[in-house]
C-alpha cells in the first residue's frame, strides 16, 4: 500500500502542471483582460497610457510564457497572488470562503446517504411491488427536475409560505444551509439510489444468498452483513464523485441562495477575469479530485481485501 501510495503522490505532480498550464492558457484566450473588464463595469473611460500602465502593474503586459511561470515559481513558494478585483490576498480570501463550501458538502452528503442509501436498499427488496414503482418514479421525477427550478420550488415553499428558512443566505449558520443542501441532496439522491438499487439486486441473485436462506439464515442478516458490505464500494464510489464536485462549490445553488462558499467565488473570478482567483480554484479542484480519487481506492482495498492497489499482488 505505501508503494502505491507514493506512486499515486508521484503521478500527481505533473497532472497539476498540466492542469495549471492548460487553466492559464485558456483563461488567458477566454477574452479581454481584467483592466478592460474593470473599465467596463464601472464605466469608467481611461486613456490608452493609462490601461497600459494599468496592466504593466498587474504584469498582463508580459508574455504569456512568462505570466504563467512567474505565477507558478510564487505558487511554488506559497504565494497564490493578489486578487485584481479586490486587492486581497488569494489564498486568504480562498480560506475565507471554505467554512461555507464544507458545511454544504457535509449537509448535502448526509442527506443524500440518508435518502439514497434506504430507498435503493428498499426498492431492490420489494424489486415489482408498488414500493418499489413509487420510489422509482419519485427518482425519476428528482432526476428530472434542474437544480434551480427545485432550489426555487424549495424557496417558495419553505421560505417565502412557510416561513421556516430565510429566502437568501446572509451568514454561515445551519439553518441557512438547510435548503441549498437539500436542493443538492434531492438531484444526487434521485440519481444514485437507482444505482443502489441496482448494485443491491445484482447481489440478491448470487448464489450466497441463495445458500443463506437455505441454511435458515435471517433475510436481514443477510442483507445487513453481507449484501450491503459488498455494495459499499458501488456506494462509495458514488458519494467519491459528489464530494469532489461538491467541494468545488456549486456555483448556481449557491448563486441562487446567495451562499457564499467556493463555487460562488469561483463564477465572480470569471466573470471579472480575475486570474490569480481563478487559478487558485483550478489548483483546489485538481487537489480534491485527485485526493478524493486516491482516498476512494484505499477504501476499495480496505472493503474488500481481494481488490488489488495498482496491480499488486495479495
Known amino acids: 500500500m505505501k508503494n502505491y501510495m507514493l506512486k499515486r503522490f508521484l503521478q500527481l505532480i505533473p497532472i497539476l502542471f498540466v492542469i ?3 487553466s492559464f492558457a485558456m483563461m488567458r484566450l477566454a477574452g479581454s483582460d481584467a483592466v478592460l473588464q474593470q473599465m467596463e463595469r464601472t464605466g469608467i473611460v481611461l486613456s490608452q497610457e493609462a490601461i497600459d500602465s494599468a496592466r504593466a502593474q498587474l504584469g498582463l503586459d508580459q508574455s504569456f510564457l512568462t505570466q504563467y511561470f512567474v505565477w507558478l515559481g510564487d505558487l511554488l513558494h506559497g504565494d497564490m497572488g493578489t486578487s485584481y478585483i479586490s486587492g486581497r490576498p488569494v489564498f486568504s480570501t480562498f480560506l475565507s470562503k471554505l467554512p461555507a463550501t464544507l458545511l454544504l458538502t457535509l449537509l448535502s ?3 443524500t446517504v440518508a435518502v439514497s442509501i434506504p430507498l435503493g436498499v428498499l426498492a431492490a427488496v420489494k424489486q415489482n411491488r408498488l414500493t418499489d414503482y413509487l420510489i422509482r418514479l419519485g427518482s425519476f421525477l428528482g432526476n428530472s427536475m434542474p ?6 420550488l424549495l424557496m417558495f415553499v419553505f421560505s417565502i409560505r412557510l ?3 430565510p429566502v437568501l443566505s446572509n451568514s454561515i449558520r445551519l439553518s441557512n444551509a438547510i435548503l441549498p443542501a437539500l436542493t443538492l441532496a434531492i438531484a444526487m439522491s434521485a440519481k444514485y439510489l437507482r444505482q443502489v438499487r441496482a448494485a ?3 447481489e440478491l441473485e448470487k448464489d450466497y444468498v441463495m445458500g443463506a436462506k437455505a441454511r435458515g439464515i435471517p433475510f436481514f442478516v443477510t442483507l445487513t452483513r453481507s449484501v450491503l458490505r459488498t455494495c459499499l464500494v458501488t456506494i462509495i ?3 467519491a464523485m459528489s464530494i469532489g464536485s461538491l467541494l468545488g462549490g456549486t456555483a448556481i445553488v449557491e448563486s441562487i441562495f446567495m451562499w457564499d462558499g467556493v463555487g460562488k467565488l469561483a463564477v465572480d473570478a470569471i466573470n471579472m477575469r480575475d486570474y ?4 487558485a480554484y483550478v489548483m483546489w479542484m485538481a487537489i480534491i479530485y485527485v485526493c478524493v480519487n486516491l482516498i476512494t481506492d484505499l477504501s476499495y482495498h480496505a472493503l474488500d481485501p481481494r481488490i488489488s492497489l495498482g ?4
Open 311 to 314: 496491480g499488486e499482488k495479495q
Open 237 to 239: 464510489t458514488l458519494l
Open 147 to 152: 437544480n434551480f427550478f427545485v432550489a426555487l
Open 20 to 22: 495549471t498550464f492548460l
Open 109 to 111: 452528503i448526509l442527506l
Open 163 to 165: 416561513r421556516l428558512f
Open 276 to 279: 490569480p482567483m481563478i487559478q
Open 200 to 202: 443491491v439486486l445484482e
